[in-house]
């Protein structure tokens, strides 16, 4: 197999744009698609201070590689999960990429500075532990970014992270969901805009991205993901994906083009109604916000 | 050929020569959701594995909920 740019010998096949790439043209592919969903989107502009949101995985590093790359002011937020030794080993593959490449890292310690971890979290709530996770990280990736005065926060979410969200929200119909899944959340209410500028790449060109940079990125699997829903989802599509390649690209992208406004009334609905948090002042519709009320109920 | 896999990490010796994508086939791998790698770079579905070589079947998909 041939690069389709430069006729070298390539080493990544990508089905779904019946194309293959010797290593420079794919790094280079994977910057033009980073660039493009930040330029479609109007994700980032120049000049504005970027907080990226690390977890130590291929996705989160990766994307920090690409924008520090790119040129854009990019400093890494890490935040410590409690874990045991799946937090410990991420954060040695964050720190030791942030000091290799001379990069800014703030880091939040959640059992140090709000008294609980993840898995306890799970445990008082009988929720999934990815509940309590999802929620504290939406909560302090926004508020570091408004304490520290960044514009934005940048996650590491791609093609496969969107696609299959969005096709567990249209299972179950989740309407109001369906009306705010976008690759840009806007910065409004006291919340920092939210961007996603890995929506064009699917995990696999990260998995290749961190290996052709030389990324060492932490390969194992969250404990308490092993199973869940999601990666159900995931599964199932790249089944589908397996047979006919570009599938993922079009659900996901023809749902932006398509359908996505339909949705927007329910989700600007919920924003009704929104009041500062008696806990944080961030914008919530009860009393407390999510995480307010998540830290009241499991380290009281 | 020796094949490294992971989650759970494990070893396999699987006879060469061998094709990527045949490879993947005989265990039974999605294509999509991993990446093989060969020393360090990677490995298109075409490449033919020699006894000698030794390469990592690495999994790419990961993710709890958002």
């Known amino acids: ?300 | 050929v020796k094949v490294l896999l992971r989650n759970p990490r494990r070893e396999l010796d699987v006879p060469g020569p061998i094709r990527v994508h045949s490879l993947l086939e005989k265990l039974d791998i999605n294509r999509e959701s991993v990446l093989v790698i060969r020393g360090d770079t990677l490995v298109t579905g075409d490449a033919l594995l020699e006894d000698s070589d030794s390469v990592e079947v690495r999994p790419v998909i990961s993710g709890g909920a958002q």
């Not at chain 1, 508020?143 to 520290?148: L, P």
């Open chain 1, 1 to 300: 197999v041939k690069c389709r740019r430069c006729k070298a010998p390539a080493v990544f096949e990508m089905r779904r744009h019946n194309a293959a790439f010797c290593a420079d043209c794919f790094l280079r592919h994977c910057r033009d698609q980073v660039a493009k969903a930040i330029e479609q989107f109007d994700m980032i502009r120049p000049g504005e201070r970027v907080l990226v949101a690390v977890s130590g995985g291929k996705d989160s590093l990766g994307l920090w590689d690409l924008l520090t790359d790119m040129g854009y002011e990019a400093d890494g937020l890490y935040l410590g999960l409690g874990i045991g030794e799946y937090s410990d080993a991420s954060r040695d593959c964050t720190v030791r990429f942030a000091e290799e490449r001379g990069l800014k890292l703030v880091e939040v310690d959640i059992p140090t500075e709000f008294g609980f971890d993840i898995p306890t979290a799970a445990q008082v709530t009988r929720r999934v532990p990815c509940s309590a996770c999802g929620l504290s990280k939406r909560h302090l990736f926004n508020k570091a970014a408004v304490d520290g005065g960044y514009d934005v926060v940048a996650t590491g979410h791609n093609l496969d992270d969107e696609a299959a969200v969005l096709f567990g929200n249209v299972l179950r119909w989740q309407t109001e969901y369906l009306g705010r899944q976008l690759p840009v959340l806007p910065g409004v209410h006291g919340f920092a805009r939210k961007v996603k500028p890995l929506v064009r790449l699917g995990e696999r060109d990260l998995a290749a991205y961190c290996v052709l940079r030389g990324i060492d990125y932490q390969l194992d699997e969250c404990p308490n993901a092993v199973g869940n829903r999601h990666l159900g989802f995931k599964e199932a599509l790249n089944a589908v994906e397996d047979r006919s390649p570009g599938t993922k690209h079009a659900f996901y992208f023809e749902f932006l083009d398509k359908a996505s406004d339909r949705f927007r009334p329910e989700a600007e609905a919920e924003q009704e109604g929104l009041r500062p948090c008696a806990g944080c002042a961030e914008p919530t519709v009860a009393e407390l916000c999510a995480f307010c009320a998540l830290v009241a109920r499991v380290a009281p």
